[in-house]
C-alpha cells in the first residue's frame, strides 16, 4: 500500500468540511487540531 500525503489531505478535507473530523472518529483516525 502506498502512503499518501495524510496530513497534508486532512488538513485539506477538515478546511473544507470541518464535520469530516466526526466522520474520522468513527475510524480511529486522530488529526491534529
Known sequence: ????DLNTNI???LC????T???FRKFG????G
Open 21 to 23: 473530523a466526526k466522520a
Open 1 to 4: 500500500m502506498d502512503h499518501i
Open 29 to 32: 483516525i486522530l488529526t491534529s
Open 16 to 19: 473544507k468540511y470541518p464535520q
Open 11 to 13: 488538513a485539506d478535507i
